[in-house]
T-cell receptor
C-alpha cells in the first residue's frame, strides 16, 4: 500500500477558478510535508512546505491535518501557468515518500 | 548557480550493459538521494546518503549500487541493465534536518532495450 495517496486527476479548471488538492499519508511518524510542482518532462520543484498551522504564499495555501493524516493545497485565482502536476510528499529524515501526483490543467 | 547537476541527460543501453549516472551538488548539502520516476508509479527512492561516507537503501534498491564520492558527488550505477530499469532518474540533495526540502537535478532519461 502506497504510503502517500493523492487523486491523480486530471483536474481541468477554467482560469480564475479555485482548485483544491488533497493527499493522505499512512505513516503517523512522518514529520515533514511538502508540495512540489512538476512541469512536463522537468524535475520536481519545491512549491511549499506544509505546517499544521497552515501556510500561505500568494495564491497558494497549504494545510496539514495530523489527526486525519492528510495535507491539502488550495490554489486561488488559477492561472494558465499553474498547469502542471502537483506532488505531495511526506516522511522523515532520509525517507521522503511522494504521492503519484495530481495533474492540473487550467484552460482559458 | 548550478544547484544539482546530473549527467547524462539521455542514455540508451542494451540489456546487460552497465553504466554510471553522475550527480553533483554545489549547495553544500549533507544529504543526497536517487529517485526513479515511472508513469503511474510516482517518484520512488532508490538509495540515499545522509552524509559523506554513508549510504542506505530506499524503496527500490535492487539492481543498483551507489557511491558517495565526497560531499558534492553521489553516483548511481547499474551493473547489468534490465528493461525494467527504463525510467527517468532524478538526483536530489537536501540539508539533513527535520524539514528536509529536496532540490532535484534535471533528470536522466534512461532506456534499456
Amino acid at each position: 500500500r502506497k504510503e502517500v495517496e493523492q487523486d491523480p486527476g486530471p483536474f481541468n479548471v477554467p482560469e480564475g477558478a479555485t482548485v483544491a488538492f488533497n493527499c493522505t499519508y499512512s505513516n503517523s511518524a512522518s514529520q515533514s510535508f511538502f508540495w512540489y510542482r512538476q512541469d512536463c518532462r522537468k524535475e520536481p520543484k519545491l512549491l511549499m512546505s506544509v505546517y499544521s498551522s497552515g501556510n500561505e504564499d500568494g495564491r497558494f495555501t497549504a494545510q496539514l491535518n495530523r489527526a486525519s493524516q492528510y495535507i491539502s493545497l488550495l490554489i486561488r485565482d488559477s492561472k494558465l501557468s499553474d498547469s502542471a502536476t502537483y506532488l505531495c510528499a511526506g516522511g522523515s529524515q532520509g525517507n521522503l515518500i511522494f504521492g503519484k501526483g495530481t495533474k492540473l490543467s487550467v484552460k482559458p | 548557480n548550478a544547484g544539482v547537476t546530473q549527467t547524462p541527460k539521455f542514455q540508451v543501453l542494451k540489456t546487460g550493459q552497465s553504466m554510471t549516472l553522475q550527480c553533483a551538488q554545489d549547495m553544500n548539502h549533507n544529504s543526497m538521494y536517487w529517485y526513479r520516476q515511472d508513469p503511474g508509479m510516482g517518484l520512488r527512492l532508490i538509495y540515499y546518503s545522509a552524509s559523506e561516507g554513508t549510504t542506505d537503501k530506499g524503496e527500490v534498491p535492487n539492481g543498483y549500487n551507489v557511491s558517495r564520492l565526497n560531499k558534492r558527488e553521489f553516483s548511481l550505477r547499474l551493473e547489468s541493465a534490465a528493461p525494467s530499469q527504463t525510467s527517468v532518474y532524478f538526483c536530489a540533495s537536501s540539508e539533513w534536518d527535520s524539514n528536509e526540502k529536496l532540490f532535484f537535478g534535471s533528470g536522466t532519461q534512461l532506456s534499456v532495450l
